[in-house]
């Protein structure tokens, strides 16, 4: 057991190192709201210190809170983000003394966690699990901002596998049968992951690969933001709105598409996933192209029915698998990772870009909420879309073939592309 609680001091670390680079920058950059969609940078990453100590410090630690005056201050369901810089947040200099306090008393929790402890919160450490999850997802968070600050210099790039040569069958035949979809194994897995349960499914085709930019131009040449043919009335109704006329961040010069990446321009790469595209345009593509979204259950199918779509191997040789854990700050081109295929050999289902299904976010059969019933349950319903797989951004401990991610329809500053699917003939 003293193997988990290393791994969990070696993680705490790690995510912890990465915050901190992504809030290496001047006051002004982290108190700025960037977009209303999104919260200043320093209430981030003083929230993932108050979440850190409600649950670990709190709950499981019995401590009493270190100040309690700011804990409705970081209350993600207390004020609307737009609002948030607005109230009286530590500055970055306070926020980060606050975060390292709580981090050196979890320290100390960790060191007296029983992990065989039956309680939920303690059993395989899963309330370490809670926070290192919800840190590497803010930090996926903050890159959304620096992206949406059109700042340069402020993230870094890095090294990517090449694409491969276009694939011979570009979609796989996924055979009708019963899989199993969720888990009751993963430690860490949330509620909304579980439980394990038996799903049927007719046979369907899935794309190899996420739909490229290349691909993508395409629709946009042909005039699919013009054709209210494409468009299910409320998507139509949103580019009517909107003006939209292309994924985020991309412009048109004459002939050329440059797309803005961290604050510089860059031609549109036409190997690479697209990204940066809500529900709307994904699923008018998806009719365009004479085909449709997969539900998320086609997609965890497609996975296989292993933690990650080629095994349940962790990180250790990842490099060669996935784009995850922010290598560089991009998709990688489609091609790049066939070691990480599927059994079936769909590619890329893990890492580059989250790929909006068809489905809505609901509940699985026998769902217990846990451990609040503000992590899942407020969602479910027929509002948000749900988003798989992870995005270059996305840390390899913060996803897996079971995770879901859930979004408006309307949402494009995420890392989000798409892959199309279609019924048997
Ligand atoms: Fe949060």
Redesign the pocket.
Same mark, same amino acid.
């Given at each position: 057991m003293t193997g988990l609680k290393d791994r969990i001091a070696a993680e705490l670390a790690a995510v912890r190192e990465r915050s901190l680079a992504y809030t290496d920058a001047d006051d002004d950059v982290l108190t700025r709201q960037h977009s209303s969609l999104m919260s200043p940078l320093v209430w981030d990453l003083a #929230?993932v210190g108050n979440?850190e100590e409600l649950w670990v410090l709190r709950e499981v630690g019995g401590i009493e809170p270190l100040r309690p005056e700011i804990d409705h201050l970081y209350d993600?369901f207390k004020y609307p983000r737009a609002d948030r810089p607005s109230l009286p947040l530590l500055t970055p200099a306070e926020a980060r003394k606050y975060i390292s306090g709580v981090r050196g008393r979890v320290l100390d929790v960790l060191d007296r966690l029983d992990p065989a402890d039956p309680d939920p919160l303690r059993a395989g450490g899963f309330v370490f699990g809670l926070v290192l999850q919800?840190e590497h997802q #803010?930090d996926e968070t903050m890159l959304a901002t620096l992206q949406l600050s059109r700042r340069p210099g402020l993230v870094r790039d890095g090294e990517l596998p090449p694409g491969g040569a276009p694939a011979a069958d570009p979609e796989v035949h996924i055979p009708a049968g019963i899989f199993s979809m969720g888990t009751d194994t993963v430690a860490w897995a949330y509620d909304n992951e579980r439980p394990a349960h038996r799903r049927h499914l007719p046979g369907f085709w899935i794309d190899r690969h996420p739909v490229t930019c290349g691909a993508y131009l395409r629709f946009v040449e042909d005039g699919g933001y013009r054709d209210p043919r494409w468009w299910l009335p409320q998507g139509w109704e949103w580019v009517e709105r909107t003006g939209v006329d292309a994924p985020l961040f991309w412009t048109r010069d004459g002939d050329i598409w440059w797309r803005l990446r961290f604050g510089r321009e860059e031609p549109v790469p036409p190997d690479e996933p697209v990204q940066h595209v809500s529900w709307y345009e994904a699923d008018a593509y998806a009719r365009w192209a004479g085909r449709r979204l997969p539900t998320e259950a086609e997609w965890e199918k497609a996975c296989g029915g292993r933690e990650y779509p080629w095994g349940d191997a962790g990180p250790a040789d990842l490099a060669y698998r996935a784009n995850l854990g922010h290598r560089a700050a991009r998709p990688a081109p489609v091609g790049a990772y066939p070691k990480g295929a599927s059994p079936y050999g769909v590619e890329q289902l893990v890492g580059d870009v989250w790929e909006w299904t068809d489905s809505w976010f609901q509940p699985y059969p026998g769902f217990r909420s846990f451990p609040y019933k503000e992590y899942s349950e407020v969602f479910f319903g027929e509002t948000y879309r749900v988003l798989r797989g992870g995005s270059w951004a996305t840390h390899p401990s913060a996803v897996r073939t079971t995770f879901r991610n859930w979004d408006l329809p309307i949402r494009r500053q995420i890392f989000a592309g798409f892959r199309c699917a279609r019924s048997e003939d």
């Open positions: #929230h979440y993600a919800h #803010h």
